[in-house]
């Protein structure tokens, strides 16, 4: 069982930056695939960045140039850093994990980000 705690999100003005992180417990971290969704208001739940465990990665194209996923498999944990924030990013961001072996999906309880003047 993989259980996973985000934290980082808060308010920040548009054009700013956040870090957000995903800490996992158990010990299978390095084989999992690692992702951040997020959803907005009345909208469906979207990935956003999604790291492999070889450490290849992947963007939506809203995000792609402003937003980078890392992982650290030392300490369990993933991050989602995300510069040039707008308005439109705002929305509660979703950890979530993949273990290929067992196809189990884990997710986070979510953290909200909102980007606001």
């Known amino acids: 069982q993989v259980q996973l705690v985000e934290s980082g999100g808060g308010l920040v003005q548009p054009g700013g930056s956040l870090r957000l992180s995903c800490v996992a417990s158990?010990?299978?971290?390095?084989?999992?695939?690692m992702g951040w969704y997020r959803q907005a208001p009345g909208k469906q739940r979207e990935l956003v960045a999604q790291?492999?465990?070889?450490?290849?990665?992947n963007y939506a194209d809203s995000v792609k140039g402003r937003f980078t996923i890392s992982r650290d498999n030392a300490k369990n944990t993933m991050y989602l850093q995300m510069n040039s924030l707008k308005p439109e990013d705002t929305a509660v961001y979703y950890c979530?994990?993949?273990?290929?072996?067992?196809?189990?999906?884990?997710w986070g309880q979510g953290t909200q980000v909102t980007v606001s003047s």
């Open positions: 979530h994990a993949n273990f290929f072996i067992t196809n189990n999906n884990y």
């Open positions: 158990g010990r299978i971290f390095s084989r999992l695939t």
């Open positions: 790291i492999t465990s070889g450490g290849t990665t």
